[in-house]
């Protein structure tokens, strides 16, 4: 799945809300893949919005369109493997991040955020959309 893309939960919701950059990158993009992590998150946001309804649909339709990765056992090998790496490095970051860029590594994907602090997992291929 070389030099295709996760989205973060952040370039989803640019692109919910039709972000011109997101739109273009997306437009160019091989291949894009959504991890279960970003819909649990996506799911949480719609849930705790003033549109309830409509915006669980979107996040549903979206999860329909899209491939989404969801975590296995390699997946926790990944992601303790960062955690552990992250601690050492006294750089935490928000546990579903860790599990999102796991995601990324072990499908050799490159992660499509506005979040920085991605920039501390080692070997993690991001890009700012």
């Given at each position: ?49 003033s ?27 990944y992601?303790g ?31 499509a ?17």
């Amino acid at each position: 799945m070389s030099g295709s893309f996760l989205l973060d939960t952040n370039v989803v919701i640019a692109l919910f809300d039709n972000h011109p950059a997101v739109l273009a990158q997306l437009a160019s993009a091989r291949g894009v893949f959504t991890a279960s992590i970003v819909l649990g998150e996506l799911y949480y946001g719609a849930l705790h919005s003033s549109q309830v309804v409509s915006n669980t649909a979107r996040v549903t339709a979206f999860a329909g369109r899209n491939v989404v990765l969801a975590c296995d056992d390699v997946t926790a090998q990944y992601y303790g493997q960062i955690k552990a790496q992250l601690r050492a490095k006294g750089k935490p970051i928000p546990e579903n991040d860790i599990w999102i860029g796991a995601l990324a590594l072990q499908h050799q994907l490159t992660l499509a955020t506005w979040d920085g602090h991605f920039d501390e997992i080692d070997g993690l291929a991001t890009i700012k959309w």
